[in-house]
């Protein structure tokens, strides 16, 4: 075994496959339901208690996340998820604390479920990719249906019944270029108070050892992204600081505070969260779903075990080794240590392979917010509340005039700068 063995790791379960009743154009899950040819795709019982039991047993911090995604998790009925709720009881330790997630496209949800999830203190990821028209340009159901409106629905339905959710928005060819469009509909329209951002790399052609890969056209553009994330951090940092939570915001600022990042992306190792298809069988990661990252199964090993495995180690430090020159020497690689592997599909200048595809877009994303971020992170170390920026950025602009030189040290004048939107 490893020395590199994780206290808490988190698995991410996968009730009906690849099954779902929508049709998105960018989704990288359907082609999955070929690993499994004949399966009806719904998990037994057997492993699903597996799943929780095993899940909330192997944990060595007094906390455990039960996460259910897709596929579609709500085609399995509302029977199936009291089931599980039912499971945990006899395997919780006192003092342990279980926290429930299910990412779902809202489609099937109604005011059942929304009593149900509300009641269970479950935290539900909406997946919805910004107003109708950006969100109907890849989204939509097996017949090419929009789904814009059962989906808004969905978010009015579980705000009726006060549950917390979370707003999943892929970054994409159709939204890239509409970043407050798209930040203003989820906090003005939607009333939503957290939002995820996934940027879409969809990889037509695979790297070789000598050429960069290439995306779909859907796919977002790595410029594109970093303008995005720049506008939505300039319009937050100003206004809703400590009342709306950006993950990729708060996961930069991790890596300020601490050093290392919360989320995955921008750790310098993965491994810590695993995937669990609907037969047990469990991966190395939700985008590795593959023969060749196949760990085992709950059925014949605990799942603890398998997380804790020399092989889930050596995909986790693999990230790290497998950095080009170009990411080692780079500023900003406390905060992105190369982002996802999955995404490295470009030649460095150098010509050395493993390069990301958001490599520019992250860049200009991390130069633009490092002044702030810096701000932030001081501001919370001597035990400040983060919304304290917003009143040090309004006394900022009131004592600095247009043309000055931009406080933020951009070498920009103010107006061109941190002023422009003021
Ligand atoms: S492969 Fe990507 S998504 Fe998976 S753990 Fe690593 S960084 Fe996270
Ligand atoms: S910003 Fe680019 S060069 Fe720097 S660590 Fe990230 S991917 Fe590598």
Redesign the pocket.
């Known amino acids: 075994m490893s020395e590199l063995q994780p206290p808490a790791f988190h698995v991410m379960a996968k009730p009906t496959g690849a099954r779902c009743n929508l049709r998105c154009d960018y989704c990288f899950f359907l082609a999955k339901e070929d690993l499994y040819p004949g399966s009806d795709f719904r998990m037994s019982d057997e492993v699903m208690e597996a799943y929780v039991e095993q899940t909330v047993r192997a944990q060595q911090v007094p906390h455990a996340t039960l996460a259910w995604q897709g596929g579609e998790p709500t085609l399995m009925g509302i029977d199936f998820f009291r089931r599980a709720r039912a499971a945990e009881e006899g395997c919780v330790p006192p003092g342990m604390t279980v926290e429930r997630t299910i990412q779902t496209n809202g489609v099937l949800l109604d005011d059942a479920w929304a009593a149900w999830l509300a009641e269970n203190e479950y935290l539900v990821g909406l997946s919805i990719d910004g107003p109708r028209e950006v969100h109907d340009a890849y989204r939509h159901d097996k017949a090419g249906n929009s789904v814009f409106d059962r989906v808004v629905a969905a978010a009015r339905l579980l705000q009726r019944h006060g549950v917390e959710f979370n707003i999943m928005c892929t970054v994409n060819a159709a939204n890239q270029d509409k970043p407050l469009d798209v930040y203003r509909f989820f906090r003005d329209e939607l009333g939503a108070r957290f939002i995820q951002f996934i940027p879409i790399v969809e990889v037509a052609s695979p790297p070789t050892i000598s050429t960069p890969g290439i995306v779909t056209e859907r796919s977002v553009v790595s410029e594109a992204y970093g303008s995005f994330l720049n506008a939505i951090f300039d319009e937050w940092v100003l206004h809703d600081v400590g009342e709306m939570f950006v993950q990729t915001f708060d996961g930069v600022l991790a890596a300020y505070l601490r050093g290392y990042s919360s989320l995955c992306i921008f750790r310098p190792t993965c491994g810590d969260g695993v995937a669990l298809a609907h037969n047990g069988d469990v991966y190395s990661c939700d985008h590795f779903v593959d023969p060749e990252y196949l760990l085992g199964n709950v059925l014949e090993t605990p799942i603890g075990e398998l997380v804790r495995s020399d092989r889930q180690r050596a995909f986790g430090s693999a990230k790290q080794e497998s ?1 080009p020159a ?2 080692r020497q ?1 500023e ?2 406390f905060a ?4 996802c592997p999955k995404n490295r599909i470009l030649l460095t200048p150098e010509g050395e392979p493993g ?2 595809w ?2 520019s877009g ?2 200009a994303f ?1 130069a633009h917010t490092e002044p702030r971020m810096r701000q932030l992170a001081s501001i919370l170390e001597r035990g400040g509340e983060a919304s304290e920026i917003m009143t040090m950025l309004a006394e900022e602009a009131r004592t600095t005039g247009r043309n000055d030189p931009c406080p933020c040290g951009s070498g920009l004048k103010f107006k061109r700068c941190c002023g422009a939107e003021r």
């Open positions: 950095l170009y990411c780079c900003y690689l992105c240590n190369g982002e390069l990301n958001l490599c992250l860049k991390f």
